[in-house]
């Protein structure tokens, strides 16, 4: 057991001898500092501008009393319903946050034309608007800010907008919006826990977020000890993926910190899945969710205890790594412990090769339409382009299944169900993603990690559509677009993809989720 700065690390793995080879080269202390140099001279342009994360906290902290001053004021006017517009760093970290603390924050962090006109449609006289987007030309946020000021949002009242100096967003919304928030442009928007896009829309919603800071900031101090917890975490997860164990399994067991596993995901995903290399973080439901797979994973409880009883299958009697403590503590932990383990692995943990090339197919396609699609077979409210039997009968013992799901995250939400009933029915690691938010999280490691990763697209009908203000596409286009581009992405590096399309989203899922039962 390693403890300190108010964070917890337990494990079985060993992880000495990395330890060991860590404190030598005093790259605990070195990466505290922010040194550049520790992932090698092609990384060495792209860490020295993206390690700003480790320096932040003063900043962060010049922010609470500005924005307990702009909440104060915001209720004052009867605006009292927070919505985030913003993907993948910029809208995991505060989703975690408001969910452990019991405060309402509505996120927006998808395409999908139904999911987005019931944010809309709600409470719009009440709502304040954050829109997130470190570049400032995140397709998806852009398109939430157009939906919202089309259905009457007041900008100069009702808009807040957390941006890079210099973005685009900034010189569109300067002398539009009410407040404008510049980020610190050094830090990568998976590292942005920490920074004004975690902390704004959440200290909006009504978290004091002084206390996570406060958390961080004890952390913070033990980070250049080659023995303290983040350089444990990181050994660990490095460790055990040069050991083979690339598959990290997480369920929370009683942390009271709700969703960390998604923002783990994002974070460990994005920065280490590329070169055909990786750690495949796999969220579970609970710890007694089937985890499947065997010796390629290293299975993981935020909260808990090493004699806890989650984790039992596979002949285990406990968890392979634990981690508990504060929610500040675990997102400066998780970041520092990623920044490590890339340096372990060999790659750099800063970039994201691969991401542009969806987005490139994406807008590729919007402008020339989608290519026409027959499905291989039609069985009730299914569309298959492939045999479902037959891919998941072609997944093999070195393989791993995500299941990406082009959908309404809350009205189709029995789509997450999969995961569970693919892991039983294949006995391999399987993951969960909603489309497009996954492109923002391990859409990186899909395409540049591992070639082990065979994938199970899910889109459906479009019931009413939703215009996209100032453009030619609507949503139902977009998110279209953007499936049928990531698919393209994966078939050419010769992934295995299947489609199935539900012409009736509830009825499709039932049968589908029958069917594998």
């Not at 494990?11 to 990466?31: F, I, Q």
């Not at 210099?166 to 920490?194: I, M």
């Not at 067991?253 to 055909?276: C, F, N, R």
């Not at 090493?306 to 596979?314: K, N, R, T, V």
Request: proline share 5%.
């Amino acid at each position: 057991m390693i403890a300190g700065g108010g964070l917890t690390v337990r494990s079985s793995v060993d992880a000495e001898g990395v330890r060991a080879t860590l404190a030598a080269e005093d790259v605990p202390a070195l990466l505290a500092a922010g040194d550049a140099t520790l992932w090698g001279p092609e990384a060495e342009p792209e860490a020295t501008v993206r390690l700003g994360w480790l320096k932040v906290l003063d900043t962060s902290r010049d922010l609470v009393a500005r924005l307990a001053k702009l909440r104060a004021e915001l209720l004052s006017e009867g605006l009292d319903h927070v919505v985030l517009a913003g993907m993948g760093g910029s809208s995991l970290a505060p989703e975690v946050i408001c969910r452990t603390l019991g405060v309402e924050l509505t996120v927006l962090d998808t395409t999908d034309a139904g999911q987005v006109r019931a944010a809309v449609s709600d409470r719009l006289d009440r709502t304040v608007l954050v829109v997130s987007s470190k570049s400032g030309g995140t397709v998806e946020t852009d398109s939430h800010r157009r939906a919202y000021l089309d259905a009457g949002l007041d900008p100069a009242r009702q808009l807040i907008v957390v941006t890079d100096p210099g973005s685009p967003l900034e010189a569109a919304v300067t002398g539009v919006a009410r407040e404008v928030f510049l980020a610190d442009p050094t830090v990568g928007g998976r590292y942005s826990a920490l920074t004004a896009f975690g902390l704004v829309p959440s200290a909006l919603a009504g978290v004091d977020v002084s206390e996570l800071l406060a958390e961080a900031s004890a952390l913070h101090a033990t980070l250049a000890d080659p023995e303290g917890p983040a350089t444990a975490l990181g050994a660990i997860l490095g460790a055990s993926a040069l050991a083979g164990r690339d598959k990290l399994a997480i369920a929370d067991d009683g942390s009271g910190i709700v969703g960390l596993g998604d923002w783990i995901e994002q974070l460990v995903a994005e920065s280490t899945g590329k070169a055909g290399v990786g750690i495949l973080p796999v969220v579970l439901e609970d710890p007694s969710a089937p985890v499947a797979g065997g010796p390629d994973v290293l299975r993981c409880t935020v909260g808990g205890a090493m004699d806890s009883d989650a984790f039992l299958s596979g002949g285990l009697e406990a968890p392979e790594l634990s981690v508990s403590g504060g929610l500040g503590a675990h997102f400066l932990a998780w970041e520092f412990a990623t920044a490590l383990a890339g340096r372990l692995l060999g790659i750099n943990p800063f970039d994201q090769p691969n991401v542009q090339e969806s987005k490139d197919n994406t807008n590729r396609l919007l402008a020339s339409g989608l290519p026409a699609e027959t499905p291989s077979s039609v069985d009730g409210a299914l569309e298959v382009y492939g045999d479902l039997d037959s891919f998941l009968a072609g997944v093999g013992p070195d393989n791993y299944v995500a299941v990406l799901a082009y959908l309404d995250r809350h009205a189709d939400a029995d789509a997450e169900q999969l995961r569970a009933l693919i892991a039983e029915r294949t006995g391999r690691p399987v993951t969960f993603g909603w489309g497009p938010r996954f492109l923002h999280s391990t859409g990186q490691y899909h395409k540049g990690g591992p070639e082990k990763g065979v994938f199970l697209q899910l889109t459906g009908v479009v019931a009413e559509d939703l215009a996209v203000g100032g453009k030619e596409y609507t949503f139902g286009a977009l998110q279209a677009a953007q499936a049928a581009g990531d698919r393209e992405a994966l078939a050419q590096r010769d992934r295995p993809v299947l489609r199935v399309h539900l012409t009736d989203r509830a009825a499709g899922l039932a049968q589908l989720l029958a069917a594998l039962r």
